[in-house]
Antibody, heavy 123, light 111 residues
Framework: QVQLVQSGAEVKKPGASVKVSCKASGYTFTDYYIHWVRQAPGQGLEWMGWINPNSGATHYAQNFQGRVTMTGDTSISTAYMELTSLTSDDAAVYYC????????????????WGQGTLVAVSS | QSALTQPASVSGSPEQSITISCTGTSSDVGSYNFVSWYQQYPGKAPKLMIYEVSKRPSGVSNRFSGSKSGNTASLTISGLQAEDEADYYCCSFADGSTPYGFGTGTKVTVL
């Protein structure tokens, strides 16, 4: 069965960076885009960007340009999201999610999600 | 891209039907049939309920249905059940440098 398992909770100081991992299993890692979505406490979902694990190509939301880097390690079927220059506004649960596919067409929808990684930012 | 607009809350009695709206613009909902809906319980990851406006993934109850008219998409839950009490988010593909946007979220309460 398809699973996305994320790394554990992090506590960071303002100005620091955080790197969250997302290990995929149950499918061919390079066949599906991985997206990252975050959710601040009590708030809605915010799309951050995607990575094509096959090519390494990425596309980031404008709000995160210059501060986020998404990478993948195909040898261990793991995607990473690194966010730099953290502020209190970055305190959130960060999710990785797989973009679904049907008959060779990408769905532009997220069919499997990781369990989420809580990132706290505090001095 | 601004967040898509959803009502903050919708409620209904068991077995009733409710509809959640998701209003965007001609640059997102109005231009693409790539609207999806997600159900989220507190402290849990979202779950895909509808994709491409009206398609249901395998395993999702047929009590959930989706539609779109102009710049507004809708999710209808028929035969409301206690287990449907959750937050629901729409998402649309969009023009521009940020190609995905989520709705503001709707809390569904079963009375």
């Amino acid at each position: 069965q398809v699973q996305l398992v994320q790394s554990g909770a992090e506590v960071k100081k303002p100005g620091a960076s955080v790197k969250v991992s997302c290990k995929a299993s149950g499918y061919t890692f390079t066949d599906y885009y991985i997206h990252w979505v975050r959710q601040a406490p009590g708030q809605g979902l915010e799309w951050m960007g995607w990575i094509n694990p096959n090519s390494g190509a990425t596309h980031y939301a404008q709000n995160f340009q210059g501060r986020v880097t998404m990478t993948g390690d195909t040898s261990i079927s793991t995607a990473y999201m690194e966010l730099t220059s953290l502020t209190s506004d970055d305190a959130a649960v960060y999710y990785c999610a797989r973009e679904g596919e049907d008959s060779g067409t990408y769905l532009k929808a997220f069919d499997y999600w990781g369990q989420g990684t809580l990132v706290a930012v505090s001095s | 891209q601004s967040a898509l607009t959803q009502p903050a809350s919708v409620s209904g009695s068991p077995e009733q039907s409710i509809t959640i709206s998701c209003t965007g613009t001609s640059s997102d909902v109005g231009s693409y049939n790539f609207v999806s809906w997600y159900q989220q319980y507190p402290g849990k990851a979202p779950k895909l309920m509808i994709y491409e406006v009206s398609k249901r993934p395998s395993g999702v109850s047929n009590r959930f249905s989706g539609s779109k008219s102009g710049n507004t998409a809708s999710l209808t839950i028929s035969g409301l059940q206690a287990e449907d009490e959750a937050d629901y988010y729409c998402c649309s593909f969009a023009d521009g440098s940020t190609p995905y946007g989520f709705g503001t979220g709707t809390k569904v309460t079963v009375l």
